[in-house]
């Protein structure tokens, strides 16, 4: 079994990229071979990814260890941490996870944006996919459709399509549900639609899910894909979302999931 470990950190935090620097002294003195990821650094072959930072960070570099089949151990630098399970506190703990650690699945959405014009812009989001008008827009209509079969045309701020990890981010503020993250399935929540009858909708992963909409006086929509904003998105063009071929394999770590859902969203209810 390789023995090599990949780190990674968010860059524009000097406490995580001195953490990251822990965290290697500390398995090369435990006999991994651990190196901080530099452009060109091979991944192939690698035992797993470390990242340190918040779920932002597992974000961006989520979708390159699923690339590489890199399973993917986060340490939480930021303020909730439902993907960076382990704290700092806790790093002591990193060679013996990897010792003999299991990991979840996360599905990864594959997003292709098919344009009037005959293009196509194709990206990957393991958290959400978010359609929406900008601050001064009118409402725009939206069109959603599963298949071949028209599900929904709601006028609202937007749209957004979540896997079941971007389930307790900004689907769950906007009412969606919190989805257990080893599902596969894509979650579709109305942003301020109106009307009152608008509820959350739950696809199969193994469907094809596409969105058009049409404009109102001049109203401007954009897509943000995992928080990368201000892709236009006009009339006359089609998002398609579907299961990637790739999952991430997330190395679950201290309380995991659930714990980090009752601890950080349920314990300030009581």
Known sequence: MSKRVIITYNTQDSAAAALAE????????SGFAAEIY?????????LCMITVGGDGTILHW???AAMYGLPLLGVNRGRLGFMATLEPADISQIP?????????????????IHRADGTCETREALNDVVVERT???????????????????VHADGVIFSTPTGSTAYALSAGGAIIAPDMECIECTPLCPHTLFSRPMIFSAERYISL??????????TISVDGERGIPFGDGDTLLLYKFDKPLELIEAGEGFFGAVRNKLMTPLK
Do not use: W
Request: aromatic fraction near 4%; hydrophobic fraction near 35%; include cysteine.
């Open 212 to 221: 058009r909409c049409t404009s109102y006086q001049g109203s401007v929509v």
């Open 22 to 29: 822990d965290i290697r002294t500390l398995l090369d003195k």
């Open 96 to 112: 013996d996870i990897l010792a003999d650690f299991k990991a979840s699945r996360r599905m990864i959405m594959s997003v292709e």
């Open 38 to 46: 530099q452009r060109g650094c091979e991944l192939h072959g690698a």
């Open 62 to 64: 989520g979708k390159l």
């Open 135 to 153: 601050r001064a827009s009118k409402l725009p209509e939206f069109r959603i459709s599963c298949g071949n079969s028209e599900v929904s045309r």
